[in-house]
């Protein structure tokens, strides 16, 4: 197995420093427990590490936290914490008593139900982070940068990063970015999602809100997946799955905390009122997604009909990534009025919006920069915006307007 080194790495080393516990949640087979393991080797200490997916380990965490804190002592990786909430408070305690930086590395892969406890128990005295499978800069390696569309930046790391072809950056795509088929622990990639959904998947959603039936479930995750980089609407995902739409409702907010998807909500103010107000739904990893929606190979979902929305749905997913990469949150929505005008993505900072547009060619057209021009009347300054494409290398409209391959993000 080859380890990849993962971006996050620098900064929970930097946090630890200062932090007595960090918590890195993201969804199962992201590479969490295999990066903060490495990094524990290159301590100077002994750090003990306990999984709560051993049963044992997990009835003794929620029947007796004290008693496990003792036998498991600090400094220590606690795996999948979400298991035993009642750890949290025998936590703080230690926390306050002791101040030792570095002392609890937890994960857990149910991000919401996860922060519920953690709210209430350790505010003030966890580092919460979010580790999502691959993105392109650890695959090959490059510099971790969260995107921008400052020009010094993107010239800095085209000058740095291989350019990719279309076919090219279509079989990352299909191939996916989770560590282990990455890593080359399992070479068949169909092997691998198939067991990843009834292993992982499925026994978590059963866990997380009762009895499913496996065969709606199993339409029901397809048919989200046939609506990556679409507006959400329940009921025709739930009339595919032949489920209701309060269950649809319940499964998709499974498969967000469970950190497999994530919605991209519409940027809107007082002044844009003609907004609309449902969010697009994206997947953190597009080879599920081709796995999913049965992609035989990269070169079919090169030239099929989702060939733009797997396009967009990897521009997206690769951008907040490279946020989280360095511990910080992607603030970024989408624009889309009642005229069905739409911006696809708009990064918001620093008091600007930098809208961009997303496109499967080689030669974006100039006019494609005028639906930029919506978000003009907000109170926010209009900063640079870019077309974000598959052109061999960074270029420009003009000063205001650039033109970024989509193997730079």
């Given amino acids: ?19 007595s516990a960090i918590l890195l949640t993201g969804p199962r087979q992201s590479g969490k427990t295999t990066m903060l393991k490495s990094l524990a080797e290159k301590e100077n200490i002994e750090r003990e590490y306990v999984s709560l997916d051993d049963l044992t380990m997990r009835e003794m965490a929620k029947n007796d936290p004290k008693m496990f804190l003792q036998l498991h002592k600090p400094p220590v990786l606690i795996d999948e914490v979400q298991y035993a909430p009642e750890l949290f408070t025998y936590i703080k305690i230690h926390i306050d008593e002791h101040h030792n930086p570095g002392d609890f590395w937890l994960t857990g892969s149910q991000i919401f139900r996860l922060m519920h406890g953690v709210q209430e128990s350790l505010a003030g005295r966890v580092a919460v982070l979010h580790m999502s499978p691959l993105s392109q800069r650890e695959l090959i390696s490059a510099q971790p940068r969260p995107f921008s569309t400052s020009f010094e930046d993107l010239l800095e790391d085209s000058k740095k990063i291989m350019p990719v072809t279309t076919p090219e950056l279509f079989e990352r795509i299909w191939n996916g970015c989770m560590p282990g088929l990455a890593g080359g622990d399992y070479p068949d990639r169909n092997i691998f999602y198939s067991s990843y959904i009834s292993t992982y998947v499925e026994r978590d959603v059963r866990e997380l809100s009762g009895t499913i039936d496996a065969l709606k479930f199993s339409r029901f995750i397809t048919a989200v997946a046939a609506r990556a980089s679409q507006m959400v609407n329940y009921k025709a995902i739930a009339d595919d799955a032949d489920i209701d739409q309060n269950t649809a409702k319940k499964w998709m907010e499974i498969l967000e905390t469970l950190g497999i998807i994530f919605l991209l909500h519409p940027y809107s103010n007082n002044v844009l009122k003609r907004t609309i107000k449902s969010p697009k739904l994206y997947f953190y990893d597009t080879g599920l997604v081709c796995y999913l929606t049965r992609w035989s190979s990269p070169e079919v979902a090169e030239s099929g009909a989702m060939s733009g929305a797997l396009l967009e749905n990897f521009a997206v997913s690769e951008i907040a990534k490279s946020y989280q990469n360095v511990g910080k949150n992607p603030y970024i929505h989408y624009y889309r009025d009642r005229d069905a005008r739409e911006i696809d993505v ?3 900072g620093d008091g600007k919006l930098c809208p961009l547009e997303i496109k499967k060619t080689a030669t974006p057209d100039k006019r494609i920069t005028r639906a930029f021009k919506l978000i003009d009347k907000s109170p926010l300054e209009l900063g640079t915006s870019a077309v974000l494409c598959m052109a061999d290398k960074l270029s420009a409209f003009d000063s205001d307007n650039l033109i970024v391959p989509i193997w730079l993000i």
Avoid: C, G, V
């Fill in 1 to 19: 197995m080859k380890y990849i080194n993962r971006h996050i790495e620098q900064y929970i080393a930097e946090l630890s420093k200062t932090w």
């Fill in 346 to 348: 708009i990064l918001e």
